[in-house]
């Protein structure tokens, strides 16, 4: 039997579309209730426009779907013209109070723009990536090389009582490398080698070779339970983009570094019994201690993601076994049997939905662990080449 991944771009995609997109102010819906009804009052976000966007024109290119490359391009519209601060970047959210340009979302701006030059040619401004990547310069700091975590503190320095993430810095290492993939400009993999030392100089614990979540405002190790946290998630994501930063060019050590990360959570962060057996928690303490034992959609996919890659780079057969259960687990657990195009987006141990709402923003890691199990040939993914009917950025600009 085909695994349902195999139709999820041109089967289960479109028919999310129809529920979430917005034909009267435009842009994505946040989320859809287990109904299948679409938020009517949640403020849209950079975050959630951009990640659809870049999850839209990647799942495009991978399948031809003419129908996913023109959501992303309403996607990008909406963000470009709602969400653009007139200074540079890009705001929170289209609240009042939403004028905040955090570090974390412009990774996925970053991502989205650069693979719609790829999807869409002729539909990016000239110089709007450049400009991008000033704004995020001024969001950096010049002793470290890490991301401050909004224009603030890129103001004002962290304070004391500040915590630092290693998310923004884990995302905008993805955004630059896909940027490096698609020009091939060696620029992009100068910037990508900053983050990689920021996660081997402050990030990392030495101790179990585990990502720290947070660090304080020095990037130093951060006292008390925020410190201590571990996302099994979070492990998965670093190791593939650490390997994949490798592949592409860079230092090969950094393998070692992803290898250790992969140890601490298969010892500690998975589900050992039970319909999510194999599914990693989603959170642990620096000891391994099971700290949430719930299990998020997310994590499961880029456990699943990255298991694609090390059949795929390394032809494991114990891999491909890991992302096939994994695939199983994505697709029987937490999607819905039903009509409505929907999932759960945490499940406790027993497969039981703990928050049965499907957040738009997900489809951003769904998107790559489909597509990642499609390149280690674990299923296939339905093509098309009908041509799209979006309008280019001539039309656009007028």
Not at 184 to 204: F, K, Q, S
Not at 205 to 217: N, Q, S, Y
Request: hydrophobic share 40%; proline share 6%.
């Amino acid at each position: 039997m085909i695994p349902a991944a195999a139709s999820f771009a041109t089967g289960f995609v479109p028919a999310w579309l129809r529920v979430v997109t917005d034909p009267h102010h435009g842009g994505l819906a946040e989320w859809v209730d287990a109904e299948g009804r679409p938020d009517s009052d949640a403020l849209r976000t950079t975050l959630t426009q951009a990640r659809c966007a870049f999850a839209l024109a990647h799942l495009h290119l991978a399948t031809g779907d003419p129908r996913l490359l023109d959501a992303a391009v309403g996607a990008w519209r909406f963000l470009d013209a709602h969400l653009r601060h007139p200074e540079g970047g890009y705001r929170m959210s289209v609240a009042a109070d939403g004028e905040m340009r955090r570090a974390y979302d412009h990774s996925f701006v970053l991502l989205a723009l650069v693979t719609l030059t790829k999807a869409a040619p002729d539909l990016i401004p000239a110089g709007r990536i450049e400009s991008l990547w000033s704004f995020v310069e001024t969001l950096t700091d010049p002793e470290t090389g890490a991301l401050w975590e909004d224009d603030k503190m890129a103001r004002n320095g962290a304070g004391s009582g500040a915590r630092r993430g290693q998310n923004p810095q884990m995302h905008m290492l993805e955004a630059v490398l896909q940027a490096f993939e698609i020009t091939r400009d060696a620029v992009w993999m100068e910037r990508a080698t900053r983050y990689v030392a920021v996660a081997r100089d402050y990030l990392i614990d030495r101790e179990t070779g585990a990502v720290r979540e947070w660090v304080g405002p020095d990037l130093h190790p951060l006292p008390g339970p925020d410190g201590t946290l571990r996302e099994p998630g979070h492990q998965y994501e670093w190791a593939w983009l650490l390997h994949r930063y490798a592949d592409l060019g860079g230092n090969e050590e950094v393998r070692e570094l992803g290898d250790r990360m992969i140890g601490f959570v298969e010892r500690h962060g998975l589900g050992r019994s039970g319909p999510l057996k194999g599914a990693p928690f989603d959170a642990l303490d620096a000891d391994g201690t099971v700290r949430e034992p719930s299990h998020l959609l997310w994590p499961a996919t880029e456990a699943g993601k990255y298991y694609a890659w090390r059949h795929l780079a390394q032809g494991e057969a114990q891999a491909a076994e890991m992302a096939l259960a994994l695939e199983r687990t994505v697709f029987d657990r937490f999607f819905q049997a039903g009509s409505a195009p929907c999932w759960s987006n945490q499940l406790d141990g027993q497969g039981r939905p703990l928050q049965p709402v499907a957040l738009s923003r997900l489809i951003y890691h769904v998107a790559l662990f489909v597509t990642e199990g499609a390149r280690a040939g674990l299923w296939p993914l339905a093509k098309t080449d009908t041509p799209s009917t979006i309008i280019r950025r001539e039309e656009f600009s007028r």
